[in-house]
């Protein structure tokens, strides 16, 4: 059969990202087995990077054998029961999954809707907890990766404490790019994904579930539904009691392991800083070139995923399909309503940098013109590098 | 941060077994978007051989991004809902875990027991199903690695068959190493790993589902409790449809391709005949050695895995540390009820080898010596040699 010989993509969409050169060479270095000592140690590793990365001492801190969705499902079916009320913030495609989670679990999902673009707002947080008489969970979507919509998280925090609540906050697409403080920000569990902000492959997913949570788990009045996603029983093998559970995806840890440690030696608040020049200077230079960005509020826009909107009579999969096919770049397009509405571009992890920026705005500028949409050459570039120039 | 650099080991444990040079080169291949045309090649790719593997047309043939437990997981969650009746064959310690998942789904599990070391007899499983009403289900692990027995699939399958119920198979540690071929055998869900005979890395669980069971799924009466297990829903990703579930595990998909491939090459037959040879060589020098195998009945005997009773008086760690501190062997020691009792020996994939038979054995007889175990010098390697040349 034929050798398998992927082109080579810079890969600008809503992730994965690309995966650093040490992390596949982390990924190849040859495994042990999941009861190593040797492997032992890299768990160990992994889970205190993990915790300067989330911010946070909390034990619970691993990463679920699967992909984000992976953590979306285990966070919650370990905190649902059945008959639960659970308040899901929806403003974007992740929200109604959660809905979908909690509902498949048989417990009640109380949605505060705003719309896509929009981040949640505390009154119809409020509100919708008013609605309940007990609830349980508040689950939310720190960056909603379908919108580029930033959700700012102590202020949701307070609010679902206030009512007794837990705070469930997706951190897929923020981990390692955006603001994140599990701990300051009173984040009662976070969970993410490797092949965003972190540039791993995809197939791990990082969470972090606080002692009030765990509390919360240990006192449910049914086992949890899911085997796999057993939280106290994973944590068995991933702390110095070392209880075989599953056999864990050795190579996908090392992978992990390694883009932490990369994380580690940039420093946190240098990442975030370096997301957000670069975003704006990517957003300067998309504004330059006549088009409009979905998330109205400036403040509420993702340093790691850009979402503009598609202007009137083009359409996004041509623009993509040149993006792709001339430029070898993937950016993405939109999910469920903003299908065929919005651009997608990601800037995640070592794919936010100035070069990735100037190549993106001059390959979209080419692709708009093949479409017929009037821009002035440069535009964009020029915008972008002013940005940067401030 | 330190750079990471394992031990090379020779897992022969129960797995991960070695990964093959050709499969971490697909590892390390850089990755393109889970929607991208490349990919999609690389899954129907995988897909197809997969199909070959298990030696079955189901259209419902993937891999679920998670570890063989995943598999066990997805399978039973699709397939069990509250009230349902399931027979579960235990004689090892993968039944018990089907025990446990049926459970949590709020159905009713049967046992049908047998010591640990023995197959599940016919007649066992058939006093089971006649105590239930309806049984929708017979769970069965086909190569039972904690115990090293090997239980042949296609008389459980008709006896399933004859109450109605499906047959769900474990066949984690046969698939491309012991004979299995599940259209023939009549089998309607399998699952596997892909750390085992097929030499990928832990991470992904291929399985595969005929249209018996799928009907079965299709009329549950609840949703799956699973979001992140919905076979359907999962399949719509895995068929032309192309509607994204969740971000595949590119990397581990490209490793299982490749893995696939090397199996396609080798062919089926061969490697069937291959795994059983060198286990004959390898039970013959164990024999030869004076130790005793756990499974007694000699064609109930795993191909790829080897389960050896440790000599009264000596204690299996110290063993299996000498073999992995002075020979860089992995082996495995014995699950539950069988800790301290037994060695675990895995010929699976590529590491079942003359190479590795003659390692072992050598490796063996002198941590057996350096206990005071007395034995005959070269005695092992004598008979194994001795097997390969009848």
Chains 1, 2 share one sequence.
């Not at 995806?249 to 992978?255: E, G, K, L, R, T």
């Not at 993106?360 to 002013?386: N, P, S």
């Amino acid at each position: 059969m034929r050798t398998i010989c992927p082109p080579e993509r810079l890969l600008l969409g809503p992730g994965p990202s690309n995966v650093h050169p040490r992390i596949y060479q982390a990924l190849s270095s040859h495994i042990v087995g999941h009861m190593d000592p040797y492997f032992f140690e890299i768990m160990d590793e992994t889970k205190d990077l993990l915790k300067r990365t989330f911010r946070t001492e909390n034990e619970l801190t691993l990463a679920i054998s699967g992909t984000g969705m992976a953590g979306m499902e285990a966070v919650l079916c370990n905190i649902v029961e059945e008959g639960d009320e659970v308040v899901v913030c929806v403003n974007g495609f992740f929200g109604p999954r959660m809905t979908d989670i909690v509902r498949r679990l048989g417990a009640r999902a109380v949605e505060v809707k705003e719309p896509w673009g929009k981040a949640v707002s505390l009154e119809a947080l409020r509100d919708a907890l008013s609605k309940c008489t007990r609830p349980k969970a508040v689950a939310v979507v720190n960056a909603e990766t379908s919108t580029g919509v930033f959700q700012p998280l102590p202020e949701i925090s307070r609010a679902a404490h206030e009512r007794g609540a837990i705070l469930v906050a997706d951190t897929v697409t923020s981990l390692g790019g955006c603001e994140l403080e599990v701990e300051r920000m009173d984040i009662d569990i976070a969970y993410s994904g490797s092949q965003k902000c972190l540039n791993c492959p995809p197939g791990l997913s990082p969470i972090t579930v606080n002692e009030r949570a765990v509390e919360l788990i240990r006192n449910r009045k049914t086992r949890v539904r899911s085997w796999y996603f057993d939280l106290l029983e994973i944590l068995k093998y991933w702390s110095q009691a070392r209880v075989y559970h599953h056999t864990a995806p050795i190579s996908m840890v090392y992978a992990l392991r390694e883009a932490l440690a990369i994380v580690e030696e940039e420093g946190l608040e240098n990442r975030w800083i370096r997301h957000r020049r670069n975003r704006e200077a990517l957003e300067a230079g998309i504004e330059a070139m006549g088009l409009k960005m979905l998330a109205e509020e400036r403040d509420k826009r993702l340093p790691t995923l850009t979402a503009v909107k598609v202007p009137k009579g083009i359409a996004d999969t041509s623009l993509r399909k040149t993006l792709l096919d001339q430029f070898g770049i993937e950016i993405g397009g939109g999910l469920g309503e903003l299908k065929g509405e919005i651009l997608r571009i990601g800037t995640m992890g070592l794919n936010s940098s100035r070069r990735n920026v100037l190549l993106v705005l001059d390959a979209l500028e080419t692709a708009l013109r093949k479409e017929g949409y009037g821009v002035r050459k440069g535009a964009g570039l020029q915008a972008a590098v002013a940005s940067y120039d401030t």
